[in-house]
């Protein structure tokens, strides 16, 4: 314990000194021999990547990838002293007999809760930390200490740095990401690498129980190519875990507003590697949270003053099964999994996208979709260290948009019939029916090969059709012509190709990389008088851009990103939701020049504490950037043709063990419009934000392993405008205010997680919160969450 | 010691300093005295409704940059009494605004909710005339509100057809038209509305070989009839544009537009003005102007003084080959001309200083010193008040707007 800091260095050159050794053992080697190779996992069954494991009598160590093997290779017959080691657990020693036949050996490490000491390796790195030393700017968010405290992934992300998630209102509602001041669509999101929209609209991120995910990956600015995306702004990637063999995790949540979402996940593992893997989810709240609103007086018009009515109309309900089986780490296949996915939606909207004296009391928007998957996966196909990942997502999707009530409802939920206009909907400036059926195909395919561990090589291509024809019985009586009555289609190809080349040791890693977009659009558009007109446009562009990342010491690296690159509108950018955003089929591509410089600095200091500070600045200037334009209740996305964005954005964190961490981080990006004379920041985007979390976790306690932990975080919002800044005078502008929010939550979990109980509080001081154009958000609200997760991981 | 306190000094000239440029920034022109009042919408996108207050319109710029009362949403003005109202049309909501009593600048005075106001008149006591309209059809019903400025609210309204009438189509169909209200005013204890028929949902104007106007007693709002001529086709078209001018004696002359660009699927009578004599519940048989004889088709104007009317006119070659609703186009489709017409003499001139411009909603003109201001709008990025004589026929640019419209003009 005292001599930590002498340690440090003798424990590098010992294992300076284990490669090595392994190294010249393989080049000499020429005896009858065998491979040794297993798995490194924890009491529980949790993979320990970055294990060191050594066979002592030899001298001879490697240590486990990231999957937590090993594998040592042309050990001579005989037997030996087989040791494996991790900090934070008891090093474990067993011994093996090798006879020129291969053997599995897999080691199950127990926790060392008395001395948590000694050496931070510089070696030890966990797939988090490894995802951090891409040459990209990327944060990699552990999940795992967050599984216990009854956290959404949307909550996981909006403590995470220079990420920030507005959310319509409440449970189902839209959400609307901005990474580093980049939102929408241009941030994609991914799981496992495919594109989270192509599940469907009730696959939503937050649907995604926080148990299966292993850890998020958040690009910032460059997107590496296999991720296949035309994203500006980043790439958030959801990693789900493979770990266990068999597994099941149930989880319930009660709250305020009547809400309940139930979750369970689980894997069997058959003979022959066979995997089935089933999930099903279930959410539903009333959203009856009360909101600021004002009455109308039906005879003179007067307008109260404010005050809180609950909603009525803003109920959620969604379901989604999903099934997947197939084969892993098979001789062809490391992962090959065909799969179903079935949901349904149906959500009433109360309010637009901006606050109204009369609400919506019928308004709502069913979906049901259907969609087969298949992933295919193979590490070393045909030659060694060339892999091969291919997904294709085939879906079909029914939605339906009802607003055809003629009443006028007040916030204190009564009405009276609409006098005159009664060809109105509530939102809708026509009453509609809008039904339409969506027909999408995606599939993606990375080919990547890896020479000499130093030189990357990835090419990737992504292809997606989007097909809608919609239908509505009740505008069409008004109208002949109605969108969507002949398909409307957009075709989009991307490939991608890049380089990446370490140096030093890896210390230096620089990628290269060049990409080209494809779009085909074959829309419906209307002309002056209003009258549809087919057309069909086909855009090219082209992208190039590096990224270089540099360990200047072991605890400080640079990491700088440039690209010229081209986002492709979204098939809900240019075609609408069918109510609240109504369609563009015009949308031209966001082109834009991007430039990220960021610094990470960790520094261990006094046994198990660490400091961590990022510091990022990005400078972009897009073209033709697409946004989402105010008009009324409604939405609709234009592009603007020149904008410019500076950025910087900052945090510090502080950890001791897995025990106590606190973490500030505060992001301003300067958004502005790129015409003189005034540079108008953009407005109703939040431009200034922050966060700062306390999480604290016991150690266990007890026999029965009982673990508490308490989670504050707060979120602070700068007052931003509605509408463009330098217009009117200050004190008469439409802003949204400044937010200042805390959560809480403490959990309680036992016999390693098996069985957990979490109560959280959200804006515990109640206050007056706000999304899009003044939309107002929960108050105070509480959840409880029940988990039980149990899991298998030998055979 | 000394050079602590230097550095002080130093740091606080420069906090000083950062201060001030802040605050002129951010602190709006002063409100003037006297001056004008302007509803000023910006070129932004998307655009922004600003209250502005200025001095000068012959030169200079008028600008909303760090300046003006904001609007929720794409506003109209009106007045009722010496109450400013700003009807946002985007959230139905109107907000009453008085200057305050030093005189310098308004105050919100107060605000009211209304289903629908599409067509608005001067009413008695300090009220203001609202007319909602079932936009899209569904229902044939129209609601005249009274709106009190004094308490900003609705004091009273009737629900009312206005005029019932029917067409019968190719289809042997009889569908009911709607009586979509252009003007409204009071005179001897009566309510007049000027109103196009139109079919609700579609916006056809299969009918369009009469001027009508309906008369309401007043205050009670009880309908009494409607008078009609059909020397030309309706008074007005949609969104309140100014169709009825009154002279010195009383007199009313109204414009019937018979314009393809202001919304008229068909013309059937030339473009022309007619004339309601004084307390007179009729059109005057002995006077018609036919405007479009002199090869243009009349939409809004005003009434200066001598028999003249500065008016927004568009040329018959031109309306003939114009998109529907091309009118209301600000930026797109710069079409009108503004001319002089002597309602006399019968006469139009065209005013050769005023290029051909785009049209407004609710088109703005202010009379002063026997001159008519107006907001002529030419592109996106042109935009200029312009100052009409019309003893001469002639106009003078005045300050540029930047922005892309204005939408009301007042004097105070």
């Known amino acids: 314990m005292f001599q930590l800091r002498n340690s440090t260095p003798e424990l590098r050159t010992l294992c300076t000194f284990l490669l090595l050794t392994l190294f010249l053992t393989a080049t000499v080697n020429a005896q009858t021999t065998a491979s040794l190779s297993g798995k490194i996992f924890d009491n529980a069954g949790n993979l320990l990547p970055f294990s060191s494991v050594t066979i002592d009598t030899l001298n001879k160590g490697v240590v486990s990838d990231e999957d937590a093997a090993y594998r040592i290779d042309k050990v001579p017959a005989g037997t030996y002293r087989v040791s494996a080691a991790m900090i934070g657990y008891k090093k474990q020693i067993r011994m093996v007999t090798l006879n020129g036949k291969s053997v599995t050996l897999n080691f199950s490490l127990e926790e060392d809760t008395q001395a948590l000491t000694e050496v931070t390796i510089t070696g030890e790195k966990d797939a988090v930390q490894k995802t951090r030393e891409l040459p990209f700017s990327v944060n990699s968010i552990d999940v795992v200490p967050m599984q216990n405290l009854n956290m959404d992934v949307n909550t996981v992300l909006n403590r995470s740095t220079g990420i920030r998630i507005r959310q319509d209102g409440g449970l189902g509602s839209d959400f609307s990401f901005s990474l580093n001041g980049f939102s929408g669509n241009q941030v994609r999101f991914f799981i496992d690498g495919i594109p989270a929209n192509v599940f ?14 292993e850890r998020i990956e958040v690009y910032k600015g460059v997107v590496p190519v296999y991720l296949g995306a035309d994203a500006l702004g980043g790439a958030v990637n959801i990693v789900t875990s493979d770990n266990a063999k068999d597994f099941l995790d149930v989880s319930y949540g009660f709250g305020s507003f009547n809400t ?76 090959f999994l065909i799969g179903l996915v079935a949901s349904e ?4 909207y109360q309010r637009g996208r901006a606050m109204v004296l009369n ?132 075709t989009k190809n991307i490939t991608g190709f890049s380089y990446t080349l370490g140096l030093l040791d890896n210390h230096w890693k620089t990628m290269v990389f060049a990409k080209l977009f494809q779009m085909k659009t074959s829309v419906q558009v209307q002309d002056e008088s209003e009258e549809y007109y087919s057309t069909t446009d086909k855009t090219v562009n082209h992208g190039v851009g590096f990224a270089t990342s540099l360990f200047v010491t072991k605890n400080f690296q640079l990491k700088t990103s440039y690209e010229n690159t081209t986002r492709l509108p979204e098939t809900e950018e240019l075609f609408g939701d069918g109510l609240l955003l109504q369609p563009n089929m015009v949308l031209k591509p966001e082109r834009s020049h991007n430039f990220n410089f960021d610094v990470l600095y960790r520094k261990p200091f006094r046994e198990d504490h660490v400091l961590n500070a990022e510091g990022g600045f990005i400078y972009r200037l897009p073209e033709d950037l697409i946004r989402t334009k105010a008009i009324g209740v409604m939405s609709v996305n234009e592009n603007l043709a020149d904008t410019k964005v500076w950025g910087l954005e900052g945090a510090v964190r502080y950890s001791y063990k897995q025990q106590v961490s606190v973490e500030v981080n505060a992001t301003y990006q300067d958004m502005r419009n790129n015409t003189p004379p005034d540079y108008d920041r953009i407005p109703n985007i939040p431009y200034l934000f922050g966060n700062a979390i306390v999480g604290v976790t016991s150690r266990e306690l007890t026999e029965r392993r009982l673990r508490v932990g308490f989670n504050w975080a707060t979120m602070f919002v700068e007052e931003f405008f509605l509408n463009w800044p330098s217009q009117g005078s200050a004190d008469t502008k439409y802003a949204i205010p400044r937010q200042l929010s805390h959560d809480v939550a403490v959990s309680l979990s036992s016999f390693k997680g098996k069985y ?34 149990i899991d298998k991981f030998k055979d | 010691m000394k050079i602590y306190t230097r550095r002080t000094a130093f740091l606080l000239a420069l906090i000083a300093a950062v201060a001030s440029s802040c605050s002129s920034d951010n602190e709006g022109k002063s409100i003037p005295e006297h001056g004008y009042l302007l509803g000023f919408r910006t070129a932004t996108d998307p655009t922004a409704d600003y209250i502005l207050y200025e001095t000068d319109l012959a030169s200079g710029t008028v600008s909303a940059r760090g300046n003006g009362i904001e609007q929720g949403g794409w506003s109209y003005y009106a007045k009722a009494g010496d109450t400013y109202l700003a009807l946002d049309y985007d959230n139905s909501i109107a907000k009453g605004y008085r200057f305050k009593e030093d005189g310098l600048g308004l105050e919100e005075v107060g605000e009211f909710a209304f289903e629908r106001m599409d067509c608005f008149g001067k009413g008695l006591n300090g009220t203001a005339i609202a007319i909602g309209a079932p936009w899209g059809g569904g229902s044939y019903d129209c609601k005249i509100q009274i709106v009190d400025g004094a308490s900003v609210s609705i004091a009273n309204s009737k629900t009312t057809p206005i005029y019932e009438s029917f067409y019968t189509n190719d289809e042997e169909e009889t569908i009911q038209l709607n009586a979509w209200p252009t003007a409204t005013w009071i005179k001897n204890n009566k309510l007049y509305v000027s109103f196009y028929p139109v079919i609700g949902p579609t916006w056809e104007t299969p009918v369009t070989d009469t001027a009508y106007v309906s008369v309401y007693s007043y205050p009670a709002l009880e309908y009494e009839t409607t ?10 078209y949609y969104s309140s544009q100014p169709c009825v001018l009154e002279d010195e004696s009383g007199d009313l002359y109204t414009l019937s537009s018979s314009s393809f660009a202001a919304g008229y699927t068909q013309a059937t009578k030339p473009s022309g003005i007619l004339r309601i004599n004084s307390g007179e519940s009729e059109f005057d048989e002995a006077y018609f102007f036919n405007v479009e004889e002199e090869g243009y088709r009349v939409l809004g104007g005003v009434y200066v003084g001598n028999g003249k009317v500065v008016a927004r006119v568009i040329s018959v070659t031109i309306d003939n080959q114009a998109p529907a609703w091309a009118a209301f186009s ?17 006469t139009i001139e065209i005013v050769d200083e005023v290029p051909l411009h785009g049209g407004q909603y609710l088109t703005p003109f202010m009379v002063e010193n026997g001159k008519v201001w107006a907001s002529i709008t030419t592109s996106a990025t042109d935009a200029f008040v312009y100052e009409i004589d019309p003893a001469t026929a002639t106009a003078v640019k005045g300050a540029r707007i930047d922005g892309s419209e204005i939408q009301t003009f007042s004097k105070y």
């Not at chain 1, 939606?345 to 009433?348: D, G, I, P, R």
């Not at chain 1, 009740?474 to 289609?489: G, I, K, M, R, W």
């Open chain 1, 200 to 213: 469907g609209s009730t696959m939503q991120f937050n649907n995604i129980p926080v148990n299966i995910i």
């Open chain 1, 260 to 335: 309940h979402q139930a979750a369970i996940a689980s894997r069997a593992t058959f003979k022959k590697n066979v995997v089935i893997n089933a999930s099903a989810f279930f959410n539903y709240s009333d959203n009856d949270y009360a909101v600021d609103a004002q009455l109308v007086d039906k005879n003179t018009g007067k307008i109260s003053d404010p005050k809180p009515f609950k909603l009525f109309n803003e109920d959620y309900i969604s379901g989604s099964v999903m099934v997947e089986a197939g084969v892993v780490k098979t001789k062809w296949a490391d992962r």
């Open chain 1, 345 to 348: 939606n149906e959500k009433h």
């Open chain 1, 359 to 490: 609400p919506a009391g019928e308004v709502f928007r069913t979906d049901k979709g259907i969609t087969p998957t298949l992933k295919y996966q193979k590490r070393n196909l045909f030659v060694e260290n060339l892999s091969l990942n291919v997904a294709g997502v085939y879906s079909q999707t029914e939605t339906m948009s009802v607003d055809t009530s003629s009443r006028i409802y007040s916030w204190d939920g009564t009405y009276v019939m609409r006098e005159f206009g009664s060809t109105s909907g509530e939102l809708s400036w026509y009453k509609t029916k809008f039904r339409f059926n969506d027909r999408a195909a995606f599939n993606t395919a990375t080919l990547e090969y890896v020479h000499n561990k130093r030189h990357t090589f990835t090419l990737n291509n992504t292809y997606s059709y989007f097909w809608r024809k919609g239908s509505d019985p009740l505008a069409s009586q008004y109208d002949a012509n109605v969108a969507f009555s002949d398909p409307n289609t957009l």
């Open chain 1, 756 to 789: 957990n109980i979490s109560l959280a509080c959200w804006n515990v001081t109640d206050s007056k919160l706000y999304d899009n154009f003044k939309v107002q958000r929960p108050g105070r609200s509480f959840n409880v969450k029940l988990r039980f997760y």
């Open chain 2, 227 to 236: 008078f009609k001529d059909t020397r030309t086709g309706p008074v007005g």
């Open chain 2, 330 to 346: 600000v930026v797109d489709a710069p079409i009108h001309n503004i001319a002089v017409l002597d309602l006399e003499d019968k």
